[in-house]
C-alpha cells in the first residue's frame, strides 16, 4: 500500500520534489574563507531532495520531517510511561493507605482481601498483622525522612544566610 505524501502545513497532494543541486551561497561563503577549494562547498547537499507544495509554497526536506516526528513521537512515548509510572505509584499509595484504613477499622478480612489481590504468594508476610505493621513503619519511616529533609534544608539556609562568625 503506497503512502499518500501531503504538504505538512495545509495537507494538500499538490507537491513536487526536486533535487537541491549546487549552492553559490555556500560556494561564494567558502571560497571567501578558503579561497578556490571552498567553491566545492556550493556541492555540500547538492543531492538532498526539496519538496514543495504547489498550493501554499511551503517548502521542506522529508528526510528532516521524518526525523522530527521520529523525535516527536519518542518524546511521546517517553511522557506516556512517566505517566503510567506515576499512576502505578499512586495505586499503590492509594492501595496501602486502603490497607492500613481497613485493618485500622478492625476489618480485617477486607485487609486480607486488599492485600491478596496484589499479593496472593507473597511468603515474606504470613498474616495481615505482619502486613500492617510493615506499612505502618513504613509510612513512619517516610514521614521521618521528610521531617529529616526539611530540617537539613531550614538548617542549610541558616548557615548560608546568617554565617556564624569566630
Known amino acids: 500500500m503506497e503512502e499518500k505524501v501531503t504538504c505538512p502545513k495545509c495537507n494538500s497532494d499538490q507537491i513536487i520534489a526536486n533535487q537541491k543541486g549546487f549552492s553559490s551561497g555556500k ?9 578556490g577549494v571552498g567553491l566545492l562547498a556550493g556541492f555540500h547537499g547538492s543531492k538532498d531532495i526539496i519538496v514543495s507544495c ?27 510511561k512517566r505517566k503510567e509510572s506515576t499512576r502505578a505509584f499512586l495505586e499503590k499509595d492509594n492501595w496501602e493507605k486502603r490497607i ?56 542549610f539556609l541558616v548557615i548560608m544566610f546568617f554565617p556564624i562568625s569566630l
Open 54 to 80: 504547489l498550493k501554499c509554497g511551503n517548502s521542506w526536506n522529508p528526510k528532516e520531517l521524518q526525523e522530527k516526528e521520529r523525535k516527536q513521537e519518542d518524546a511521546e512515548i517517553s511522557q506516556m
Open 100 to 155: 492500613r484504613k481497613a485493618y485500622e477499622a478492625n476489618d480485617i478480612q477486607k485487609a486480607e482481601k486488599l492485600y491478596l489481590t496484589k499479593h496472593q504468594f507473597n511468603l515474606r508476610f504470613p498474616d495481615i498483622h505482619y502486613v500492617y505493621t510493615y506499612l505502618k513503619k513504613k509510612k513512619r519511616n517516610n514521614t521521618l525522612l521528610l521531617i529529616g529533609v526539611v530540617v537539613f534544608l531550614l538548617l
Open 27 to 35: 560556494a561564494v561563503a567558502g571560497a571567501v574563507l578558503t579561497g
